[in-house]
């Protein structure tokens, strides 16, 4: 199986791929003119904006749930992956993913709102929504869905389920059998209860776990503080091939820095549209901007204090493809333990609990946000929100994958989580590259009304715009409210 898998991986993600990343990436910063450097002030004040949604959730809200969905494994064991098997370099090629990949998300999550949609009386949008409305493209449409339902539903949970297990192991040497007994029966708990369950539990978890983790990264830097231009150092010459510890490496950097930028942020994959789509604005441009933020928090800043941990404690082992292991003070050990390693060397008796407890919680949000992804896609699919036997299927599935994650390998469970992230890749690549010019005239209607002094509000049909109905209905609510409600008494 885990042959199988890993021969499928080379060739999903191959050069072209990683390469695609970065290039669509600097193509998107340049057409919108490095939109992830102009509206850094806009993007602090929109993700922070109060109100509530009875068809969606705040912006806020989907800020939550995005970085409930990446923050975790993928800046903390994801980092240490990178580290593993790219060397020090592989940080390097994750921060130049992180800032051009920002624009990226910011042209997806415009088009995620552009073409969102009312289901059942909730706001839904994602990769297979614009493919559709956007493209015309419905039998795309309908493999992007069916992608991401498996993707989310069987191959993500896992990495999750398992990076947990192990920390718990670890740390306190409990079995990962009990470990996946006790994600599923708190897993049950919640998506048994909906989507607003799931924004409210993330909004309040998300930000707590955040926080309790910057700040032991904060203190294990302190008190390393002296170390950190040696870090930088070796970081960027392991980048180009200038160390002679880590020399011959920069092909394996740049193709795990990439990988693993891509998946601590999101940016790119399509994965982090669907709860921006369910997200209550005034323009589209204002989620985008909001991911924007999101992609910093996650990789800039999250990733950079996971990674310069694990550097300046020295506990990690690099292993890459086709080369010598280089081995530390540390024995062998996967590499999602690297960071639990780091901060216990500096905290005793504390680190390795802490960090055990953290993942759980952030894995924990995130396996949340898997669900709603994959029952998003579903809804695409049905055409329905309510609950019937599709809905239920998916909730065992997920219960099922999640414990099947938690007592395999993790060698297994990444390769299956990579091949599902390269595969959602393809199709959103090309799709948000052929949408690239109604996202533009969004952004620039945006720039010219913030220019005039206005509160952005979107019109469709003033862009030349088509398939944005959801937009269209809602223009004409607010610019003529008092005729239409009467019209629906009529009626």
């Not at 050990?333 to 390795?352: C, I, K, M, R």
């Not at 946000?369 to 929100?385: R, V």
Request: aromatic content about 12%; charged content about 15%.
């Amino acid at each position: 199986m885990e042959n199988l898998v890993n021969w499928l991986n080379g060739y999903v993600w191959s050069p072209l791929l990683v390469y695609g990343f970065l290039g669509l990436g600097l193509l998107f910063s340049i057409f919108t003119r490095f939109v992830q450097l102009r509206f850094v002030k806009d993007m602090i004040k929109l993700s922070f904006e109060g109100g509530d949604s009875k068809a969606g959730v705040t912006s806020f809200q989907a800020l939550a749930m995005s970085l409930g969905s990446r923050v975790g494994t993928g800046n903390i064991a994801g980092v240490a992956t990178a580290i593993a098997l790219g060397g020090p370099g592989a940080v390097f090629w994750m921060w130049v993913t992180a800032f051009l990949g920002s624009a990226t998300s910011f042209i997806e999550i415009t088009l995620t709102q552009i073409y969102k949609r009312k289901i059942d009386g909730q706001y839904r949008g994602g990769t297979p929504y614009y493919i559709e409305k956007g493209l015309k493209l419905r039998k795309l449409a309908i493999l992007s869905a069916i992608l991401t339902l498996i993707v989310m539903s069987c191959l993500w949970p896992g990495v999750q389920a398992n990076t947990v297990a192990l920390s718990m192991n670890s740390a306190f040497g409990m079995p990962p059998m009990f470990t996946g007994i006790s994600i599923i029966v708190l897993l049950g708990f919640i998506i048994f209860g909906g989507v607003k369950r799931i924004a409210k539990t993330a909004e309040i978890m998300v930000p707590f776990m955040a926080l309790g983790y910057i700040l032991v990264c904060i203190i294990v830097l302190s008190l390393n503080f002296s170390h950190i231009p040696n870090v930088l150092s070796l970081i960027f010459t392991s980048a180009f091939n200038l160390n002679s510890t880590f020399g011959g490496l920069m092909g394996s950097a740049i193709a795990w820095g990439v990988q693993r930028g891509v998946y601590s942020s999101g940016a790119g994959i399509g994965s982090e549209t669907f709860e921006s789509g369910a997200a209550e604005v005034s323009h589209p441009a204002k989620q985008g901007l909001v991911q924007v933020f999101s992609v910093y928090i996650n990789t800039l800043f999250i990733c950079s204090a996971t990674a310069f941990m694990i550097l300046i404690t020295g506990m990690y082992n690099v292993e890459p493809e086709g080369a010598a292991p280089i081995v530390n003070k540390i024995g062998n050990v996967e590499p999602s333990v690297y960071t639990q390693l780091a901060v216990d060397s500096v905290l005793p008796q504390f680190g390795a609990g802490f960090l055990a407890v953290s993942l759980f919680f952030f894995c924990f949000t995130t396996l949340l946000s898997y669900y709603y992804k994959a029952e998003t896609n579903l809804a695409f699919l049905t055409q329905s929100t309510k609950s019937s036997w599709p809905n239920h299927v998916l909730k065992v599935v997920l219960l099922i994958t999640s414990f099947y994650g938690s007592v395999k390998t993790a060698a297994v469970v990444w390769a299956m989580g990579d091949l599902g992230m390269g595969a959602m890749a393809w199709v959103n690549l090309v799709a948000i590259f052929l949408l690239t010019k109604p996202a533009l005239r969004v952004l620039r209607d945006y720039e010219v009304q913030k220019k005039a002094g206005k509160d952005p509000v979107f019109n469709p049909a003033k862009l030349g715009i088509k398939g944005a109905e959801f937009w269209e209905e809602k223009y004409k609510e607010t610019q003529d409210p008092v005729s239409r409600s009467d019209q629906r008494k009529l009626s």
